[in-house]
């Protein structure tokens, strides 16, 4: 590949690609088994062309995507250094669902279809000089918008509900002011995300077993805020 430096600096590590510098205005993100990043570019100028804050394309081609490098912290990071509270951190990512909920489809082969990122939680926002960024498109498809919804929240509860993790603590109250948030929604497609997260191949066996307790903590969220004497979701 033309942009491809002969020894590029390593910059970060996803579970399945790693991100290296190529010069101040671009980062060369490489998939570590392969694949072909042409429709994770198609997907990011769709969205670009309509005004969501997405990294800059140069050039795709095979398993690298040569891409804008952004400037800024995560949105992670922001919100554990405490430049961020939970609910201005769970307000900018519904507002980001709701953004990217409202552009038309790149397809569009069914009536209620939105483009869905399938992965947006606050390691995949980068807090820019110009914005809000939203990095990581490889999962991106087309679906009922309530399903990326919850899969963010599923995302986040994993997290949560795991005692050992470091990030426990943070992540239940993130997870409390999102649901806050984007309300019962959530729970429409839940059964749905948790099975989409079951069958996600980059999960830990551990991983798998949480994701019961992460959709129960999700659903008791959602009752606590619901008026006293409302029948319980599900019920």
Known sequence: MADR???PT?????????VFVIDDRRVLRRYREGGDVAAEAAVMAHVASHGFPVPRVYQARGADLVMERLDGPTMLSAFLAGE???????????????RL???PPRLGQGEDDRILHLDLHPENVMLTSRGPVVIDW??????PADLDVALSAIIIAQVAVEEAHPL???AATLLAAFVDRVGGRVLTTLDQ????????PALTSGERERLDAAAALITGRCWSRQPRGAAR???
């Not at 390593?10 to 790693?18: F, I, K, V, Y």
């Open 5 to 7: 430096c002969e020894h």
């Open 10 to 18: 390593p910059l970060a590590s996803g579970r399945d690609a790693d």
């Open 84 to 98: 961020l509270d939970a609910t201005e951190t769970a307000t900018c990512l519904a507002d980001l669902h709701r």
């Open 101 to 103: 909920h409202a552009l």
């Open 138 to 143: 490889r999962n991106a498809t087309e679906g």
């Open 168 to 170: 426990a603590s943070p």
């Open 193 to 200: 995300a948790v099975a989409m997260r079951r069958d996600d």
């Open 233 to 235: 979701p599900g019920a």
